[in-house]
């Protein structure tokens, strides 16, 4: 191979949600320039919902990203709330862990069945797939589905449901409503133990890197996080929500429509399943532990290409988690908690497929959106999705450009990263001098 | 010739503009059909769910998102002249999208508000529907549209028929369900009237009232259910001006009638 530089270039990133690109430029295997640029044209969410209603913020940020609509729904009632000053307990935040189980049961497997898993065995989509894995390929969607009949079977419809508000539901689900989708969940889970066994044999390309994870942590010893706790990470954080902003900032750069964020005067992180996986190991159901140490990853793993892996380990948290709501649920007197507004700032952060969702919201005495904050699990991913690329072109520099550009994008889906969710968000190509 | 009778599968290509991708992803979430649809339809390009793309002429193009860059404006006219049917999907391509505030408002402070360095962001001073731009053969509405509604338009496309989506009200499928009327029996302020079918009436059915996710059915009287919402509920204008005016803010419509709010509460 040449000294020469080389431009490795993917200007419409597949497989991903919304629109990126790659942009590498290397010499030898001295990498000059990593991007991951985002195009995706920004739609202005903090700025729009100033002068809207409080409420109004569930449904209108949950059309940032439909695919995870019920993480914005989520860490926006949550955020109303702690504005508001009331807390949703008992029933009516079990009812918010099931709808927010669907959502990552069918986010995750999208994500490992259609998006990612072709990476692994060489193809360039999940239909190629299907071609020659139908039983795989169906195993998944019918995975994928029993998240989506959860979700509507709560919230209405799986795409931006209409049942959840600050406080909690419109309309309380009766058990008999629920009921029959308990069987229906346990199947599901069985194959999403055979989905652990199945991504437990994909070739994993090696990398390795001591990130610092950062995810939520409840306070209740048997949860994984999923609706709520302390904000956490691997070299010490741990915060409540409000001091968000004293630890973390984000960056505007010229590349990208998602600004970049990171731990004030420390630099990159990391957010999602393998944060929330190797800070939370402990809190996996006896089901989901199990089958991740069958796996090889009870020790927890830092190959960020094993993410596709911790994402099936929580696929079976997600139902086991969902079949116990549903065994110990009694409908609630009430639908929501009710609250009159009052000037505030809230804060909310909750536990997104892809990771860490934080919003803050200042609220007017008649209860009006005065300002608003968003900042989603890609954009904090960014920083470290680019130092990703950066180390793992330096050990592969030998590959030639098609390989290693495949490489790089199956490195990028890695993270499952969100376009439309981080812009105010990603572009993929190699440049060798 | 259609291509089913040259024996070659039908093109499909989806396209995404400014919006959250919910749209086509409805048609990954066809999980029992997809498969199925794969080979009846040749899924040519499709970004989301494929790193493989086949070159246009495409026999139907799905559009999601709207037009809020200039770069966007000459993309679609791209779209357009390799597209044999166009066919829009969701409130951002066929009404503007929730995006489609900015039009009632300061574009340029709305990215000051978000951005740090405005000078990088380019973006139009509007959102914009795709009929704006292009000439456009069919509108599925809805935020999100509905899958099976998505399912009929190819399946009619496939056939060589128009597609049977009724442009009546949510009412009419709220009083098929058999739901009672939560603006009559509860006071709940609801868009049903004036809104286009195809959710299922989902909101009266969870005893909530509708907010016009669907945008406007078909000659909707927006003046007469707003002036009910006001005499009969106490709506006050800035709420109704703020009812009309959320993902088809910017249909004609919907626009009009919280203009129309907007200035009466001026005065």
Known sequence: MSEGTRTIRTPALARVEGEGEMYVRLRGSEVLDVQLRIYEPPRLFEALLRGRELGEAVDITARICGICPVAYQMSACEAMEDALGIEVSGQLRALRRLIYCGEWIESHTLHLYL??????????????????????VERGLRTKKAGNELIAAIGG???????VRVGGFYRAPERRELEPLREKLERAREEALETVRWTAQLPFPELEHDYEFVSLRPAAADEYPIDRGRIVSSRGIDIDAPRFDEVFEELHVEHSTALHARVRERGAYLAGPMARFNLNRDRLSPIAAEAATEAGIGDGTRNPFKSILIRAVELVYAFDE???????????????????????????VTEAPRGLLYHRYEITEEGGIAAARIVPPTSQNQRSIEEDLERLIAANAGLDDEALQLRCEQAIRNYDPCISCSTHFLRLEIDRV | MSAAETGALPKLAVWKFASCDGCQLSLLDCEDEILSLAGEIEVAYFLEARRATVEGPYDISLVEGSITTEHDSERIREVRSVSKRLVTIGACATAGGIQALRNF???????????ATPSYISTLETSTPISDHVQVDYE???????????????????????PEIPATSVCMECKRAG??????????????????????????????????????????????????MRNSLGAERPQLAREFRTFNANSPAFRAESERQEEAAGE
């Open chain 2, 140 to 162: 599925l509405q809805g935020c999100p549209i509905n899958k099976l509604q998505l399912l009929e338009v190819l399946g009619a496309y496939l056939a060589g028929r128009r």
């Open chain 1, 157 to 163: 419809r799986e795409i931006h449901p209409i049942n």
């Open chain 1, 115 to 136: 998006l990612h898993a072709p990476d692994f065995l060489g193809y360039e989509s999940g239909f190629a797939m299907a071609a020659e894995h139908g039983e795989i």
């Open chain 2, 105 to 115: 408002a300061d574009a340029k402070e709305f990215v000051a508000a978000v951005y």
């Open chain 1, 322 to 348: 969902a079949v116990r709501i549903i065994d110990a649920y009694e409908k609630p007197d009430a639908p929501a908690v009710e609250a009159r507004p009052r000037a505030a700032v809230g804060h909310g």
């Open chain 2, 179 to 228: 739901n009672v009327c939560v603006m009559v029996a509860h006071g709940t302020p609801c868009l049903g009237p004036v809104t286009h079918a195809g959710c299922g009436a989902l909101c009266p059915a969870y005893h909530r009232g509708c907010y016009g996710c669907y945008g406007p059915m078909e000659t909707p009287n927006t003046r007469s259910l707003a002036g009910w």
